[in-house]
């Protein structure tokens, strides 16, 4: 497409948004990535003299004085013109304006009505998924790539799953994920924004399910039989010996974003679906302990208009120092790091029918690992740009066009070889 632009950063001059500019203008200066002279990109936001700042700001960081002379365009969520007049000047839109569930679909519209490919940051599963039953068919007509959870929020995740599936030469039954970070910090970990998304997504949980058997009665048809081994779900506090932890069951979306892309490649490729589990490590038993009392209360005050309003005007105390309004300190983001230890356990004969079921239980294992920096900023702007990039300079290797997820849409790019440049590592641990 003949556009003013190949790229536009939405909420440049957000909390996350900042981080995103800077990987752009990282991976533009870097040879082995993207030439700065072949990609033409702005950034868009509400208020031009924010933007400004965070242009000088990166400019500073990154001591690329070029970076101040990038276009900026005006627009507001709330006017629909501007948003569907800036989709219309770029080939792809970048954006890191949450909550989506308030924010997201004035976007999305927008990037379909303007055939703009979109990538985003989210980890709310009633916008990812309401999203899909409702801009599935248009976005394929228009022939754009519409690919939310685009950032920590599920790349590790999926992509991890669709590439352990490419490690193992036999049959895949399923994976059992396990989240777990690193940090030398005790300080701040989440920005407000993150806290607010979460809030909701607790509060407005049971509209997931009439949501979820429409899509996949509509959408994302489930394969006719099921496995006659199917991957169990471990109880609610256990002891993961490949991790040497204890671990809780992983609230995000990630098991619900690796389901629809196993069950996308089913109906479109008709490769094997696998089950999937997610876990985080929490190490001892009284951290989890203490955590799973934090989660009951939040809980709770989720469900009701004056916890939410609680749980928004005072973060710190609710997370016990864990969200910050203020954002979470550079320095501290830096010592932190992430890893998505995943076990794929399945058959050495690959059946040619995928309909046909395996009578044996699963007896191989193989176990591999996604790592890379700070998941909530640092390391999702990079999983977020290097997504987006991956729609622009990939095309001829992307499957058919939609609303669909990472590991359906980046299964045979070179997204993971980009990632790796940019210290986001995916490994083979073990073969068993």
Partial sequence: MAREFDAIVFGASGFTGQYVVEEMAISMEDEGLYKRDNLKWAVAGRNKEK????????????KFDWVKQVPII??????????????KRTRLMITTVGPFRFFGEPIVKA???????YVDVSGEPQFLEGMQLKYYN??????CYI?????????????GTTWTKKQFQGDLSGVEIIVDGKSTDEGPMLNFGTWHSAIYGYACANELRPLRQKLYRDILPPPPSKSKHPLQRRPFLTYIDEVKGYCLPFPGCDKTVVRRSEVLKYNTLKERPLYCE????????????MLMMVMSVFGVMAKFSAGRYMLKTYPGVFSFGAVSKEGVPRKALERRTFSHTIIAYGWDEKLEDVDRQHEEAPKKKLITRVSGPDPGYIGTSRLLVHAGMTLLFDRSALPAPGVITPGACFRDTYLVDRLAKRDVKFEVLQRF
């Fill in 74 to 87: 005006e627009a507001q969520v709330d006017d629909y013109p501007s948003i569907l007049e800036m989709c």
């Fill in 51 to 62: 933007i400004q700042k965070v242009l000088n700001e990166v400019a500073g960081i990154t």
């Fill in 138 to 143: 248009e976005a394929k007509k228009k022939g």
């Fill in 147 to 159: 690919v939310s959870a685009s950032g920590w929020d599920s790349i590790p995740a999926d992509m």
């Fill in 278 to 289: 997610t876990y985080f490590r929490i190490g001892t038993i009284f951290k989890a302990i």
């Fill in 111 to 117: 990037c379909v009505e303007a055939a703009t490919d």
